[in-house]
């Protein structure tokens, strides 16, 4: 089983083989994580992003997908974006975001990385509530990382003391208590 963590921090600080970018379905940058991480892992990134935009995602990714690349600058070795869902009050998107963690983790295990961190996806911009989507993080990175023993390591880098709280409730209410 993984050992799973919680850091207080900057994802683009992370020394982990993979970072998890909440991108955008362009794949070109933004804001937030996905703005923070093309802009200190530089150009290579982007670069990569543009080659995958005029082959197999001409038409961008798709919510709860996932696609490498170069981590160009980061101290990471590589960056798997994976395009989070808009929060809806009227729609249920659960499935959406766990497919993006899930996604996410798959991508990692084919690249043959054994770390991974992996950001609050979609609560920013997205609105999506901290509380549910710490809950759906948890929960699905816990169930799919059983079926992946080459991670030894999967990390939530938080942002902000809320996000963090949420992300420990979530691992205190599982099976899995934080520190076994």
Known sequence: MARIELVLGDITEQRVDVVVNAANS?????????????????????AECRAL???QYGGGLE?????????G?????WVVHTVGPVWSPTE?????LADCHRNALRATDELGARSVAFPAISTGAYRWPVESAARIAVDTVLDTAN?????????FVLFDQRAYDAFA???DAGPYRLGN
Do not use: E, N, Q
Request: zero cysteines; charged letters at 20%; hydrophobic letters at 40%.
């Open 147 to 155: 079926g992946l023993p080459a991670i030894d390591l999967i990390r």
């Open 53 to 55: 935009r005029a082959g």
């Open 63 to 71: 919510t709860g997908g996932a696609v490498a690349t170069t981590a």
């Open 169 to 171: 409730a979530g691992l």
């Open 26 to 46: 362009s794949l070109l940058g933004g804001g937030g994580v996905d703005g923070a991480i093309h802009r200190r892992g530089g150009p290579d990134i982007l």
């Open 92 to 96: 249920d998107r659960s499935a959406l």
């Open 73 to 77: 600058r980061l101290p990471a070795k």
